[in-house]
């Protein structure tokens, strides 16, 4: 909905306001179904139904808190004993698998790559069972991209938060729709993008191995004109993900510059965040990625050595 224009305290802000408020109420109900809640001695953290695969419920939750096994409280109160298939330390989630003898519905799973700074969101957490009531929280996505402290993984911020006595929860749309995990209170959410990349290489493979580039970055074909001219973009430069900044002992550090622009990795051509997503997560190496980059007006090859 387009709320350019309306003035404050009025009536059409007001129906503006209630239209939105029936939109979260709606998405809330169609998502906290899947949203369950892992026990873990006494306490309670939220988790969501990610997948069912034949008889086995796959249920993302928070890896710090997680121990080697709890159980897993659905909304109708039934637990059922779970067990840790695999973790992932830095996005700090867990995938656990339960086998539950009832019916369970997976959450909605949305695109993280097509968020946008300034969408509305909610962040909810699993229902408690003493309080029968979950958290909810209002806000707006405030950031997208990389985490800007280690460049490693994709991630929105909101000022949807959960209250102080939450530990994990769920972000979503306004469809009802998961776009991202939030393991803590502080308004920091993994993307559901990369989440999902990370669960299915744990349910596959057990664990999760990622190459690390060492880069934030941007999708060129998002930026806006100014920032290309800043950047000193070529004007007939349409994909490719600009580097805004180098993280020092990666293997781009020395190599890459800010402004430089990717658009191959090993002759895979890169023109979004979710190309180098999916390179870094499947990529098989055996020595230096050769790196394909645009810096200036000039097209050229670079060296990356993994580790």
Not at 7 to 27: F, I, M, Q
Not at 207 to 212: A, P
Request: charge should be negative.
């Amino acid at each position: 909905m387009d709320n350019q224009g309306i003035l404050p305290g009025t009536a059409v802000e007001e129906n503006v306001v209630h239209s939105y408020s029936s939109e979260a109420t709606e998405a809330v109900a169609r998502t906290e179904d899947s949203a369950v809640l892992i026990r873990a001695g006494e306490d309670y953290y939220t988790g969501f139904v990610y997948a069912q695969e034949n008889d086995t419920v796959y249920i993302i939750c928070r890896a710090s808190l997680v121990g080697s096994a709890g159980s897993v409280v659905f909304r109708s109160g039934r637990a059922e004993e779970a067990a840790v298939v695999g973790t992932d330390d830095l996005l700090d989630i867990a995938v656990l698998a339960v086998h539950p003898s009832f019916q369970v519905e997976a959450a909605a799973l949305g695109n993280s790559d097509l968020v946008k700074a300034g969408e509305y969101t909610i962040a909810l957490t699993g229902r408690n069972p003493q309080t029968q009531r979950a958290s909810i929280g209002f806000g707006v996505v405030s950031r997208t991209g990389y985490d800007a402290s280690t460049g490693m993984y994709e991630m929105l911020e909101t000022d949807a938060r959960l209250h102080n006595g939450a530990a994990g929860g769920i972000l979503l749309n306004l469809s009802g729709e998961v776009i991202g995990y939030m393991p803590s209170v502080d308004g920091r959410a993994v993307s559901v993008n990369e989440l999902n990349a990370s669960a299915r290489e744990i349910i596959e493979q057990g664990e999760v191995s990622r190459l690390w580039l060492g880069v934030v970055g941007d999708d060129v074909s998002g930026m806006k004109l100014y920032h290309r001219s800043a950047w000193n973009l070529p004007l007939d430069l349409a994909e490719g993900i600009c580097v805004l900044r180098v993280l020092p002992d990666s293997p781009a550090f020395g190599v890459l510059s800010a402004g430089d622009v990717i658009i191959s990795l090993n002759d895979v051509p890169v023109n979004s965040r979710a190309d180098l997503r999916n390179w870094c997560y499947t990529a098989e190496i055996s020595g230096p990625v050769q790196a394909g980059i645009v810096r200036g007006t000039e097209r050229m090859t670079v060296e990356l050595q993994f580790e």
